[in-house]
């Protein structure tokens, strides 16, 4: 078992990004990317989640047997994603009233169960812990730019509402590019996040293809 | 059918195999649902507390602190609307007279149900109406919330008689609301939720304003 961090961390990032790649996820990446901070918190919420489930099925990998392990993946997401939820209903209120929304969401996330099929439940606890992490942070950046797209060209501002979520220091990021009233309000609609999701992809593969590289598109193939 | 699945298993092993994976899946279960139990006991009393903080929070917009000396959250009746719905009135008291209430109001938007908070004073006069819920579209429709824009603080200090009734309207149904570009559906409903919150006032002041708890 030597995949090599690096790997692991370009892997999830970009080469076989969660969102541009293996086309996972795709319910919340664009019903939840209606503005960028939307994007960032449902991929950070969606990060935690990966990344503890993803080491703890490693952890227990020899002790589930095939015949069970979908639904202990199912149950040891939902366990997670329950925790989170309280936890930070708890002791992060702030954070969890702007995120709150999204966090039940993750469970229907196909990306998560994806991982721990794919990788988690063949690596130990290490490698299966990053590999969770780095998808999900590559999840992060890919819900982070599609809602960015949507909500400059649909409402001309960038990182809307950021201080909410991040803490008063972030009001600097909070930008307006366009004049009120300028935006397609079709970009934060539905039809919008299709549009935006199918251009990015697009986008990513031909960034790829001008750098030499061989397509992937293991998820479309994989995983129905 | 040239190729029939495996030939029938041992007779033996099965019933062992499968009660083996239903004693992983359940050992699973139980270690989960433990943890998911311990987290709940640990994080009870301070969600609660979060919660009361929450309305506490959204009962101060609408009932200003100089109206009162109690605590409105705690000191709450519960009534029915004229729709049949139970309401949780809070009252805003000063040396034990109630001085204003406030409780939530309903009205149907683009995308379902609105839930608003609406203050009012012993002579009917809003002190406030708030946005708590709503499934408005973003950049159109949310322009009803206050951190979105100052059009919700329009309705301070106007009761049922100022404007009279029939005024009590977006401009597009003859009253002298202003609806915003491209939405008028959530305004109106808006205007409707204040309204029926009005007439709900005037239908139970006497129980609402009585001093006795």
Redesign the interface.
């Known amino acids: 078992m030597s995949t090599s961090y690096k790997t692991i961390a370009r892997d999830g990032l970009w080469d076989n990004n969660g969102v541009f790649s293996m086309l996972l996820g795709m319910c919340p990446s664009m019903a939840m990317t ?2 960028a901070t939307n994007g960032f918190g449902m991929g950070v919420a969606t990060a935690v989640v990966m990344a503890a489930s993803s080491w703890l099925v490693a952890v ?1 990998r020899n ?3 095939q ?2 392990r979908i ?2 993946y199912i ?2 997401v939902a ?1 997670m994603v ?2 989170v939820d ?2 930070m ?3 992060m ?1 702030e954070l969890y ?1 702007v995120l709150g929304l999204f966090i039940p969401l993750i469970v229907s996330n196909c990306l998560p169960l994806a991982r721990l099929e794919a990788f988690a439940a063949k690596q130990p606890a290490l490698p299966a812990f990053l590999d969770g992490l780095f998808m999900g942070l590559g999840f992060t950046l890919a819900l982070t730019v599609i809602g960015a797209v949507r909500e400059i060209t ?2 001309g501002t960038l990182f809307a509402d950021a201080s909410l979520l991040l803490g008063p220091a972030f009001k600097a990021i909070e930008l307006r590019l366009l004049p009120a ?1 300028m ?1 397609v ?1 079709m970009m ?2 539905p039809p919008g996040g299709f549009l935006v999701t199918g251009l990015l992809v697009v986008a990513k593969r031909m960034l790829d293809l001008r750098a030499g590289k061989e397509i992937q598109m293991s998820g479309a193939h994989g995983v129905a | 059918m040239n190729a029939p699945p495996t030939a029938l298993p041992d007779p033996v092993a099965p019933p062992t195999r ?1 009660l ?3 004693v ?2 359940g050992a ?2 139980l270690g ?1 649902g433990m ?2 139990a311990i ?2 006991r ?2 009870v009393d ?2 609660a507390a ?1 919660a009361m ?2 309305k506490q929070n959204s009962l101060s917009q609408v009932l200003p602190a100089t109206m009162h000396d109690n605590n409105p959250v705690t000191d709450t009746l519960a009534l029915k609307n004229a729709h049949g719905r139970e309401l949780t009135v809070y009252r805003a008291r000063k040396d034990g007279a109630v001085t204003a209430v406030a409780y939530e109001i309903f009205g149907t938007g683009y995308a379902g149900e609105m839930k608003l908070m609406m203050g009012i004073d012993r002579d009917g006069k809003l002190l406030g109406v708030r946005v708590l819920a709503h499934k408005e ?4 429709g949310d322009k009803i919330e206050v951190k979105k824009g100052d059009w919700i603080l329009r309705f301070d200090g106007l009761s049922l008689g100022n404007p009279p009734l029939e005024r009590w309207k977006v401009k597009k149904d003859g009253g002298q609301f202003d609806q915003f ?2 939405a008028t559906i959530t305004p109106r409903g808006v205007l409707a939720a204040i309204r029926s919150g009005l007439e709900f006032f005037a239908a139970n002041r006497t129980i609402l304003l009585e001093t006795k708890r």
């Open positions: 209606t503005s227990f002790r589930i047997t015949e069970v639904p202990v149950l040891i366990a329950t925790l309280l936890a209903n708890a002791w209120h009233k649909g409402n009233d935006g309000l934060i609609l | 499968s083996m994976h239903g992983i899946l699973f279960c989960f943890l998911l987290t709940d640990i994080t301070d969600i979060r903080e929450d579209t973003p950049g159109l570009a491209g």
